[in-house]
């Protein structure tokens, strides 16, 4: 079963405009990740917040933790349309790093 | 640095043949995962290896699936027999010891079983 849940499950905006994606997760947690993965290719790392952090930047992606709300987000600020593809929070498990995936915010940024 | 390679990128082949893909993680990386990515999902755990060992196997359905590592470099996974519902993109990804938090993926193998 998946533990995180991204929602929306789809979006749709024009460049310019700022995105905002939602994960939401069961269990307790070392740390979140998300991932980022355009049409037929793999996954790419974007950003990594602890469990004992709130709030983490990168570049145009700010992530927040919300470990009492068992809840993430991401925001893409002055999106692109480059920014099109599938963006995916993911779970370590506590044990080993054996990551536990979403199911995935497909993002559209309209030029 | 070059990236995880897998091959082949596309398979077709009809239920109950065999399929077998190939994984090479980047160079030095004692870590190796192999996910399945069904059409709309997210990636799913099927198996992570830490040099040529098992660490975790546990969704792995066995009964179809294996999959080896065997000099803990590239690895390969195997369906046999394959049904209907293994059609998916196989991922493969790796990072340089069990417990460094990022993993690099490969671009991944789409499997369709007719």
């Known amino acids: 079963s998946q533990q995180g849940e991204e929602d929306p499950q789809a979006l749709s905006i024009q460049e310019g405009e700022n995105a905002t994606m939602n994960c939401s997760y069961k269990t307790s947690i070392n740390n979140l990740q998300w991932y980022r993965q355009n049409s037929g290719r793999g996954l790419v790392h974007l950003i990594l917040?602890?469990?004992?952090?709130r709030e983490k930047h990168s570049g145009r992606l700010r992530v927040t933790l919300d470990t009492s709300k068992k809840s993430s987000s991401l925001l893409i600020t002055a999106s692109r349309a480059a920014d099109t593809a599938s963006y995916f929070c993911?779970?370590?498990?506590?044990?080993?790093?054996?990551?536990?995936f979403g199911g995935g915010t497909r993002l559209m940024v309209k030029p | 640095e070059a990236g995880v390679a897998q091959s082949p990128r596309y398979k077709i082949i009809e239920k109950r043949q065999s399929v077998a893909f190939w994984c090479n993680p980047i160079s030095g990386h004692a870590t190796l995962y192999w996910y399945q990515q069904i059409l709309g999902q997210g990636p799913k755990l099927l198996i992570q290896?830490?040099?040529?060992?098992?660490?975790?196997d546990s969704q792995l359905p066995k009964d179809r699936f294996s999959a080896e590592r065997l000099k803990g470099v590239d690895s390969t996974l195997k369906i046999q027999p394959a049904k209907l519902e293994d059609s998916a993109v196989y991922l493969c990804a790796s990072n340089p010891f069990q417990y460094q938090e990022t993993q690099y993926f490969g671009p991944g193998t789409r499997l369709l079983v007719l």
């Open positions: 917040i602890r469990s004992n952090e």
């Open positions: 290896f830490q040099n040529n060992g098992v660490v975790d």
């Open positions: 993911a779970t370590d498990n506590n044990a080993g790093n054996m990551l536990t």
